[in-house]
């Protein structure tokens, strides 16, 4: 039996490092290596996470074969379970339970967290779990309000996550973004027009000659 991984092992496997010394950037991650990867949910973790309303999820079959699933709700779907634990309710769906049959052989699983309002993106390695018989929890992961049917709930547990750069991510915005963004705009043109109505009333009764009111 091998010596486990270690947390910077997860994250830059030895072909990984292999390759950064071959094009010449492994001395770039010399210290992240030693260093070592966050493991924890840190205030900054959570904060991201808060903000989030999509998510993607990658699986593999127990042979390796890859799959990646959308996952969403209201903003903050996902939850803190514990420092090392996300979770998060899984939906009624289209029933193709690819994601489910993987996680049953094979736990290894990759969140991939991007927020392009804000042009930011956190990935996180770890282990999966469905929990399909746990009322109290699926409840307690389930947005209230959310018009969905939760069947099920998913664990992840963290072993390792980064913040990725920011490069050639195209900001986009959400319809309640940019609701918020442009409701100041409207209420300026409400007052606006109710000033400029003011104005022409007064020109009127200026041309008419008519008393302004008391």
């Avoid at 804000?118 to 779990?129: E, N």
């Avoid at 072993?159 to 609701?179: G, K, L, M, P």
């Avoid at 007052?191 to 008519?210: F, H, P, S, Y």
Wanted: charged share 30%; aromatic share 8%; with cysteine.
């Amino acid at each position: 039996m091998g010596r486990p991984l270690s947390n910077s092992e997860i994250v830059f496997t030895p072909a990984a490092r292999a390759a950064q010394a071959e094009r010449g950037s492994a001395h770039s991650y010399d210290k992240r290596v030693a260093e070592g990867f966050p493991d924890r949910v840190t205030p900054e973790l959570t904060a991201f996470i808060a903000e989030q309303d999509t998510a993607f999820l990658a699986t593999a079959t127990k042979d390796g074969a890859p799959y990646i699933q959308h996952r969403g709700g209201p903003k903050g779907f996902i939850k803190i379970v514990n420092d090392r634990t996300l979770g998060f309710a899984d939906y009624r769906g289209n029933r193709q339970y690819i994601t489910l049959a993987n996680l049953s052989e094979n736990d290894r699983a990759y969140l991939f967290l991007l927020d392009p309002g804000r042009r930011q993106r956190i990935k996180l390695w770890g282990r999966a779990r469905v929990v399909g018989d746990d009322a109290a929890l699926v409840e307690k992961l389930f947005d209230e309000g959310y018009k969905a049917r939760p069947e099920r709930a998913i664990l992840f547990t963290i072993e390792a996550w980064d913040v990725n750069c920011s490069q050639h991510i195209v900001t986009r915005f959400t319809e309640s973004e940019i609701e918020r963004a442009l409701q100041p705009v409207r209420d300026k043109l409400i007052a606006l027009e109710a000033e400029n109505g003011t104005l022409r009333a007064e020109l009127a009764r200026v041309k008419k000659n008519e008393p302004t009111p008391p």
